[in-house]
């Protein structure tokens, strides 16, 4: 995957009602976008899926749907006010800001992607015969890119795992990083910088407390969650699951939908006896991975990525990152967070939150496995792994997005050949009895080769097209988007066929 396929994905999704740039008639806020006719039909069923895999088919995962806003003692006993920082670094020429991190790792990339063009060239001069392992692993180029490449990660870890600040400055500058703005090294030293946003409650000035909107969804779980043992009578281990908008004042927000400051997580916290987190750690990875590859994501395209510094509330942690356009970025997070949350939120609170745990006939304070999702980046996953240019027999190409059949915005489109002779009326007949079953479309614009390339770039699994012979067979042509093939159905038959191939039960 490669850059042209990230330009192509954001233009794919602007000209076909997914995304588009938040108040773009203003030129756009940056980092915010906004989800169109298509996106959020999609984004549903990426919701509706995760809810149905985590909540419906665990008899011991219930969902809630707290506040985004929450007590301000929420976030000290959290520790997001002293502790959700980035390191930031400013040039004095272009008073840009910077995470320091990422000009560091952008520095890495671009030693990447040295190597992978010295991998393409020799690829092309040794034709068939190329070995890639081989040459990675005796190319003198390649070895030293990679050597530097290692001791820069090696330096840039150590800094960070002591919150080293001024290591990392001096990292930035003995790699003789510019300002891609200034073109300058003129660099203020690294400081660090809350993500949270901060607002007022209440109206009158001198009555107002400083509150935040929620950096993540989790701690509206942690407060709820004797509320939700109690009333629902669970029993450990149970989880609680929860969608919803989370904000981070990200300072370099880009890469299109993967960084944004207001953005959607799917979090679930299973609650645990001590001593167990180990066990659960690894079900939840196992579970997390195999939902991913379900959606047909090529294991390829997966991969875990194990924390080395853990943050203060873990005591152990990984991501699932996704092969992106951009190379493997975290697209989920599991974290087994001990007792910490709870905890910190007894003392703070004073209030119990103990589980008096009838098998042992004890109370404790119960540890915690979280399964951590960004809606919006398993959105972007989907459209890397969907959107193709395929050649056809005939030469030509079509844009397809092939999405799972259950996820599609649109499941079936319904078309009639032309829009005369009594057509156009019939298609509606068909669209009115399917509508209350499937998201459907109809459409008679254009010739119905256009149609059907319309519905493949749109990810729609059947095309139904209403023609001449239809009111004589009372059948319609089927066209299915992956396979192209088009088969004659029967109308009545049509609701049953559709829903043998689009049901979200297949998928489990
Ligand atoms: P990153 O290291 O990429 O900033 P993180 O480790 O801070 O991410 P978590 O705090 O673990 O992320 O949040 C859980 C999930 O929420 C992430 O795996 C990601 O999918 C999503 N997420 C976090 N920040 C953003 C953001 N700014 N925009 C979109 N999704 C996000």
């Known amino acids: 995957m490669t850059e042209e396929h990230f330009k192509k994905i954001i233009s794919h999704s602007k000209e076909f009602g997914f995304i588009f740039p938040s108040s773009e008639i203003y030129d756009g806020l940056s980092a915010t976008y906004d989800y169109g006719q298509n996106g959020v039909e999609l984004k549903n069923n ?14 011991n995962i219930v969902g809630i749907d707290a506040a985004i806003f929450m007590h301000p003692n929420t976030w000290k006993a959290s520790g997001h006010i002293d502790a959700f920082n980035d390191p930031l670094i400013d040039n004095k020429d272009s008073k840009k800001r910077y995470r320091a991190d990422v000009l560091i790792e952008d520095h890495i990339l671009k030693i990447e992607n040295k190597i992978n063009k010295e991998i393409q060239k020799a690829k092309k001069r040794f ?59 003129n660099w203020t030293s690294v400081k660090q910088f809350n993500l949270m946003f901060q607002t007022e409650l209440g109206s009158v000035s001198g009555e107002s407390a400083s509150i935040f909107l929620r950096p993540e969804t989790a701690q509206g779980i942690f407060v709820n969650y004797l509320n939700v043992q109690k ?72 991969r875990f990525h194990d924390h080395i510094k853990l943050a203060h509330y873990a005591d152990a942690a ?48 119960p540890y915690v496995i979280e399964t951590s999702i960004g809606l919006d980046r398993m959105f972007l996953a989907l459209l890397s792994h969907s959107l193709k240019e395929e050649e056809l027999k005939d030469g030509t190409f079509r844009t397809v997005l092939s999405l799972p059949y259950s996820l ?62 239809t009111s004589k067979d009372n059948s319609v042509t089927v066209r299915e988007r992956d396979s192209m093939s088009q088969e004659r159905i029967k109308i009545d038959e049509l609701s049953k066929f559709i829903d043998s191939k689009v049901n979200m039960n297949l998928l489990f």
């Open 46 to 59: 990426i919701k509706k899926y995760w809810w149905r895999s985590m909540v419906q088919m665990h008899e």
């Open 231 to 302: 009333t629902g009578r669970k029993k450990i281990p149970f989880g609680i699951a929860q969608i919803g908008k989370a904000f981070r004042n990200e300072i370099i927000a880009r890469q299109f939908i993967f960084r944004m400051r207001e953005f959607e997580q799917m979090e679930m916290q299973f609650f645990i006896s001590p001593g167990t987190q180990e066990k659960w750690y690894n079900h939840w990875k196992e579970n997390r991975m195999n939902w991913h590859k379900s959606l047909g994501i090529a294991e390829e395209s997966l």
């Open 127 to 185: 034709g068939e015969e190329f070995n890639e392992k081989t040459f990675i692993q005796t190319n003198q180029n390649v070895l030293r890119r990679q050597k530097n490449i290692d001791s820069i990660t090696k330096k840039m870890e150590n800094a960070f795992n002591s919150d080293d600040l001024n290591s990392i400055y001096e990292l930035i500058v003995e790699l003789e990083i510019i300002c891609p703005v200034s073109g300058t090294k």
């Open 408 to 469: 599609a915005p649109t499941k079936a489109a319904i078309l009639p050949l032309v829009k005369k002779d009594g057509l156009s009326e019939k298609a509606k007949v068909i669209f009115n009895s399917l509508k209350a079953i499937f998201n459907c479309s109809y459409d008679e614009k254009d010739s119905i080769g256009k149609r059907y390339r319309r519905n493949d770039a749109l990810g729609t699994p059947f095309c139904i097209t209403v023609d001449y012979e």
């Open 318 to 365: 990984c991501d699932i990152e996704f092969k992106y356009p951009f190379g493997f970025k975290e697209l989920e997070g599991i974290h087994s967070r001990t007792d910490f949350d709870l905890k910190q939120h007894e003392n703070l609170s004073k209030k119990k939150l103990r589980y008096f745990d009838p098998e042992k006939n004890e109370s404790y304070i």
